[in-house]
T-cell receptor, first 111, second 113 residues
Framework: KQEVTQIPAALSVPEGENLVLNCSFT??????LQWFRQDPGKGLTSLLL?????REQTSGRLNASLDKSSGRSTLYIAASQPGDSATYLC??????????FGAGTQVVVTP | DGGITQSPKYLFRKEGQNVTLSCEQN?????MYWYRQDPGQGLRLIYY???????QKGDIAEGYSVSREKKESFPLTVTSAQKNPTAFYLC????????????FGQGTRLTVV
């Protein structure tokens, strides 16, 4: 069974610093890897989707990489802002269209 | 606006009662999902449906039931058999196929009193 792990569980950085969030998965036979943002008491907002044939995806200050052979994905957020404070979750998709989620990394960006 | 609508946002239930959470989408997605989220834990899959009139159990289906009579609707019933139903419930949908990007509703917080 696919297991997805996110380390660290929590992270605090000063404004302006770059954020690096890690996601690892045990089964490399994934279809996609998706990164989400969740604000307290809210649903999930999709940030980036990386297809299994891709190495990375970029959107504005966000960049996500995927290394299937090592079972890792990394989300980079450049020049962090207090508005980036949230929990970030990754999810690996299998061939049945099921998503397996990590527990998330809670990020606090201090002004 | 296209999206996924969950209602109600907050729900209180007495022990022993069944309760139904609503999930509606107008994205024309084939697949729909129900997840449960507990503090400090990731999302756990309850049920999912890839097509109308068909659904499969996820990892924690015991004490829950679903139906998929229409493409746009996937209601979840939390039955009295669910031992610890207090949680945040999230509904999602996606296009079936290889590029399965998921979109989520805003969630329903269920509290058993």
């Amino acid at each position: 069974k696919q297991e997805v792990t996110q380390i660290p569980a929590a992270l605090s950085v000063p404004e302006g610093e770059n954020l690096v969030l890690n996601c690892s998965f045990t089964d490399s036979a994934i279809y996609n890897l998706q990164w989400f943002r969740q604000d307290p008491g809210k649903g999930l907002t999709s940030l980036l989707l990386i297809q299994s044939s891709q190495r990375e995806q970029t959107s504005g200050r966000l960049n996500a990489s995927l290394d299937k052979s090592s079972g890792r994905s990394t989300l980079y957020i450049a020049a962090s802002q207090p508005g980036d404070s949230a929990t970030y979750l990754c999810a690996a998709t299998d061939s049945w269209g099921k998503f397996q989620f990590g527990a998330g990394t809670q990020v606090v960006v201090t002004p | 606006d296209g999206g996924i609508t969950q209602s109600p946002k907050y729900l209180f239930r007495k022990e022993g009662q069944n309760v139904t959470l609503s999930c509606e989408q107008n994205l024309n997605h084939d697949a729909m999902y129900w997840y449960r989220q507990d503090p400090g834990q990731g999302l756990r899959l309850i049920y999912y449906s890839q097509i109308v009139n068909d659904f499969q159990k996820g990892d924690i289906a015991e004490g829950y039931s679903v139906s998929r009579e229409k493409k746009e609707s996937f209601p979840l019933t939390v039955t009295s058999a669910q031992k610890n139903p207090t949680a945040f419930y999230l509904c999602a949908s996606s296009i079936s196929g290889e590029v399965t990007e998921a979109f989520f509703g805003q969630g329903t917080r269920l509290t058993v009193v």
